[in-house]
């Protein structure tokens, strides 16, 4: 019996073993996110797996079937969610407000102070 051969074996769906996972810039059908590393989630859009940093201090984390990504501390130009699609953040040192676009953040705005309460942006001239 051969012990050397490893198959990539589905786990939770999208979860997979041995290194077999989808990779950034491979086909993919449907949707759905996967945690790559612990700063880096991988996003199915468009057919292909994007990648989606998660820059904040909680990273990338798969629970069960779902992928938590904290882009608290993203930048602009980063990859950004399909489902953020027109959402904006704070810039990490709150003086300016970033946009998903077409799946890369903009920044949007200057500000002299950003905040963000209740899933609503507001920036202070």
Same mark, same amino acid.
């Given at each position: ?28 059908? #449907?949707?759905?996110? =996967? ?10 859009? #468009? ?11 909680? #990273? ?6 779902? =992928? ?23 810039? +990490? ?10 799946? =890369?953040? +903009? ?11 209740? #899933? ?6």
């Amino acid at each position: 019996m051969n012990r050397s051969l490893l198959a990539c074996v589905p786990l939770f769906g999208s979860l997979l073993l041995g290194g077999c996972g989808p990779s950034a810039g491979g086909d993919c059908n #449907g949707g759905g996110f =996967v945690c790559d590393e612990k700063t880096l989630a991988l996003e199915c859009r #468009g057919g292909t797996w994007r990648e989606v940093p998660c820059r904040g201090p909680l #990273g990338c984390s798969e629970t069960g079937q779902s =992928v938590r990504c904290d882009t608290s501390n993203n930048v602009a130009g980063d990859g950004c969610a399909s489902s953020a699609e027109g959402t904006g953040l704070c810039r +990490a040192d709150g003086r300016a407000v970033l946009e998903c676009r077409q799946g =890369v953040l +903009a920044e949007t705005a200057s500000c002299s102070q950003c905040s963000v309460q209740s #899933g609503q942006v507001t920036c202070q001239p």
